[in-house]
């Protein structure tokens, strides 16, 4: 049975062209698992994960949107009530990596003003097949002011740490909305986030 003793629940989206692993991210980072013949995903799914920092319980909601063009308007919505989200392309295919302004785009037109953005290039396994590299990827996030970081679904490198980052940025975001502060902090590209420790615990099962 899942622990329902969070005191703040945050939801966290992945974005992203049809195929570039969003849902074997979700499916590895939360049941280890990976499946080699994944479908594309109808619509949304999604799982919860719980995270202490700092002695705060955690809640993140963690959504899986389709990426097909056909499915737009109704993960659009889902965009709404975000924190956070995980642009997240393929480094074996060139043309979702084109795409990535498109999905930023996007998601800052429908959600939080204040979202924290992490670029992920996906299946960094797959290093005899790469399309995009490296630093390419680092040069798109600097570009577009976002964090970045490589990842596999497959091995499940870099996820535990994308996770972390992520939850931490959104986590210290909320804390300084509770608290009046406006000054803007963005992430530079692949650091880990070092929180301040907060101002007082925010309300029991609180919506960020």
């Not at 995270?51 to 993140?60: D, E, T, W």
């Not at 399309?131 to 798109?140: F, L």
């Not at 976002?146 to 679904?153: D, N, P, V």
């Amino acid at each position: 049975m899942e622990d329902d003793s969070y005191e703040m629940m945050v939801k966290v989206v992945l974005v992203g062209d049809s195929g570039v692993g969003k849902t074997n991210i979700m499916s590895k980072y939360l049941k280890n698992e990976f499946r080699e013949d994944s479908k594309a995903t109808v619509g949304v799914e999604f799982g919860s994960k719980q995270f202490n920092i700092q002695g705060h319980q955690i809640k993140a909601q963690i959504w899986d949107t389709a990426g097909q063009e056909r499915y737009k308007a109704i993960t659009s919505a889902y965009y709404k009530g975000a924190k956070g989200a995980f642009i997240v392309y393929d480094i074996t295919r060139k043309n979702t990596f084109d795409s990535v302004n498109r999905w930023v785009s996007d998601i800052s037109a429908a959600a939080d003003k204040k979202i924290t953005l992490l670029l992920i290039g996906n299946k960094s396994d797959l290093e005899d097949q790469r399309q995009v590299t490296k630093e390419q990827g680092e040069e798109k996030a600097k570009e577009l002011g976002l964090a970045f970081m490589e990842t596999s679904a497959c091995s499940g490198e870099n996820l535990e740490k994308a996770f972390q980052l992520m939850i931490n940025e959104v986590y210290k975001k909320c804390q300084e909305d509770i608290a009046g502060e406006t000054e803007e902090n963005p992430v530079e590209p692949g650091r880990d986030i070092t929180l301040d420790k907060a101002k007082g615990k925010p309300e029991k099962k609180k919506c960020c």
